[in-house]
DNA sequence: GTCATCATGTAAGCCGTTACATGATTGC
DNA sequence: GCAATCATGTAACGGCTTACATGATGAC
């Protein structure tokens, strides 16, 4: 139903509201993934998200004018058109998206739902977005994570330990499996963090 | 023109004859990249390549050993021979590709070409296939790929140390940090073996 | 005799990019 | 006045996956 790119975009606007030129940007700043995701995948989506009911277009409240934030929609049309009108701060009619009651409630189910939780980069943007998951569910995503990067650690090794590899290939597998240990490594310590939060948690509650 | 997958397929088939349904184990086996590349891009890429006249195929008839061409790579006849003399004949008519002198040059061409050597699955399979590139072509790739891993280095070290981020959004922030360390010790690695490789050729030459 | 595996191919569809189209504002 | 940046959107296109269609062979 809902993509990688809509958690990525519901997880921006959990924090506060954006315009979508901006979630370009703070795609790669504060979730890391992606070297720019194109316009041509953000607008899209903002609008099917906007029809789902998940955000709704706000009016461009800029700094300098202020005061315009009266949030009923018959009064956006206007405002943009004092904001064209008026020279200086407004920029071209932004539209600022904020997320909505409905939208805050899928972005969790999203964040936690194990389907296609399968590739890194995928896991990366959920843990990116963790804080916004219960401790329980934050351990579990870990724990199906480590499980299938112990899984691909294998696979991995035994590939390096193809005997028919030349010296290149063979560098690539080894490498790969670095990585994967890498990755676990990371796993394992968040895993701790989590373990031993829960623990203080648990103590403070006796 | 011809893209990674083209790649891939001409790699496997500069060592052997390869069919379709074999390359997909290949693929994983021998090259490192993707779980299982699917047969909807496979058959169509060696179509392709075959009406490019890079590749051909010889039809492995269902009939049995012999009848081998002229066979001027003693290891692929063996190999021919090893998968029809086993069970009792061949199965289902294989179209069994091999690579011409065409495919070949083409190869070599695109191996070394270095538009579109961004990401790193990208990077990876050329490694995986670099030794059947020029010591100064290897090393023009493992500089190229140094200096793009310093650039993005540099970049999610500025986003790790983005103070508005959560502990969870720092951690993967981190962690791409440390990734992009191991690849780039991994280069540093190769790149000193192929100096000391050139240096032991000249003292060689000597 | 039917199931798993081997084997090849086509068609539909998803997801995302590039390219196109438009326009405001800022700074030189 | 002109370029760069900010800002939004649509349309075409490409690559890869899923699903579909077909069929041989070997094992149990």
């Given at each position: 139903?809902?993509?990688?790119?809509?958690?990525?975009?519901?997880?921006?606007?959990?924090?506060?509201?954006?315009?979508?030129?901006?979630?370009?940007?703070?795609?790669?700043?504060?979730?890391?993934?992606?070297?720019?995701?194109?316009?041509?995948?953000?607008?899209?989506?903002?609008?099917?998200?906007?029809?789902?009911?998940?955000?709704?277009?706000?009016?461009?409240?800029?700094?300098?004018?202020?005061?315009?934030?009266?949030?009923?929609?018959?009064?956006?049309?206007?405002?943009l058109?004092?904001?064209?009108?008026?020279?200086?701060?407004?920029?071209?009619?932004?539209?600022?998206?904020?997320?909505?009651?409905?939208?805050?409630?899928?972005?969790?189910?999203?964040?936690?739902?194990?389907?296609?939780?399968?590739?890194?980069?995928?896991?990366?943007?959920?843990?990116?977005?963790?804080?916004?998951?219960?401790?329980?569910?934050?351990?579990?995503?870990?724990?199906?994570?480590?499980?299938?990067?112990?899984?691909?650690?294998?696979?991995v090794?035994v590939?390096?330990?193809?005997?028919?590899?030349?010296?290149?290939?063979?560098?690539?597998?080894?490498?790969?499996?670095?990585?994967?240990?890498?990755?676990?490594?990371?796993?394992d310590?968040?895993?701790?963090?989590?373990?031993?939060?829960?623990?203080?948690?648990?103590?403070?509650?006796?």
């Amino acid at each position: 139903m809902f993509d990688v790119l809509d958690i990525a975009i519901l997880g921006l606007l959990m924090d506060r509201d954006h315009h979508g030129y901006e979630i370009r940007t703070q795609l790669r700043e504060r979730l890391g993934l992606w070297a720019n995701v194109s316009f041509g995948s953000i607008y899209p989506a903002l609008a099917r998200l906007a029809r789902y009911g998940l955000v709704e277009a706000v009016v461009a409240s800029d700094a300098r004018i202020g005061s315009l934030s009266t949030g009923s929609l018959s009064g956006e049309r206007a405002s943009l058109r004092s904001l064209r009108s008026a020279p200086g701060i407004g920029r071209r009619g932004r539209k600022v998206y904020r997320i909505t009651a409905k939208g805050r409630e899928e972005f969790v189910t999203l964040l936690s739902d194990p389907a296609t939780l399968d590739d890194s980069k995928n896991f990366s943007l959920r843990m990116a977005l963790a804080k916004y998951l219960t401790p329980s569910l934050r351990v579990g995503l870990l724990e199906r994570r480590r499980s299938d990067l112990v899984a691909r650690l294998a696979e991995v090794r035994v590939s390096a330990h193809n005997e028919q590899l030349d010296s290149y290939a063979r560098s690539v597998m080894e490498h790969a499996a670095r990585g994967v240990e890498l990755d676990l490594a990371w796993i394992d310590n968040l895993l701790s963090t989590e373990r031993s939060n829960q623990q203080s948690f648990a103590r403070e509650a006796k």
